[in-house]
């Protein structure tokens, strides 16, 4: 019979109820008393894409096809903590590549943005790394990969109070040598 692992024991519970007293609150209240294991919970599933590495979630579902035109999935809803402030961002993602003989099941590009959102992030650089990560693994002709997203740490602490998003992109290969096929991809992405 396996060993049962010995069961680790969780250590952001304390950490969140002593958090909770520094900040004028009675850990100890009706409605708090579970509070610090609901934040743990909360945080581990919002942080477990460190858990998971971006080649295993295509691997395994890359195809040989010898379509090459634009392949899009857009609108991709995202949610993302920032690295600074540990407070939501989130919005969509539009995600375009251009296939030299591979192509990836579409369920998975959803699956590979929410890998990088489920960590601490700042929305250039999961742009960034959503596209090489697609870039590394099918080596396409070109990727193309538009945020658009709401910041909460900006919002609620009144640094801007119009609730603008950010926009950002990160473009490879033929989306950003040429014009063409850029203009494609964002006239796509842009069309309601
Ligand atoms: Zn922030």
Do not use: W
Not at 21 to 31: I, K, S, T
Not at 139 to 147: D, E, K, L, Q, T
């Amino acid at each position: 019979m396996a060993k049962p692992r010995p069961q680790e024991r969780d250590r952001i519970p304390p950490l969140v109820e002593s958090l909770l007293a520094e900040l004028g609150e009675d850990p100890r209240r009706e409605g708090l008393r579970s509070t610090p294991t609901r934040v743990s919970r909360a945080l581990r599933e919002l942080t477990d894409g460190y858990g998971t590495a971006p080649e295993d979630v295509i691997a395994g579902a890359v195809f040989e096809q010898d379509y090459d035109e634009l392949v899009l999935v857009k609108d991709i809803p995202f949610y993302s903590l920032c690295e600074h402030h540990i407070l939501p961002f989130f919005g969509t993602c539009h995600v375009g590549y251009l296939p030299k003989g591979k192509v990836v099941g579409l369920s998975k590009i959803p699956r590979l943005v929410e890998v990088f959102a489920h960590r601490l992030q700042l929305q250039e650089r999961m742009t960034r790394e959503i596209a090489e990560a697609l870039n590394e693994s099918l080596v396409p002709r070109g990727v193309g990969v538009v945020v658009e997203a709401r910041h909460l740490c900006m919002e609620m602490r009144g640094v801007q109070k119009t609730g603008g998003q950010l926009i950002t992109s990160c473009m490879l290969g033929t989306f950003r040598r040429d014009a063409r096929t850029r203009a494609e991809f964002l006239d796509l992405v842009r069309r309601p």
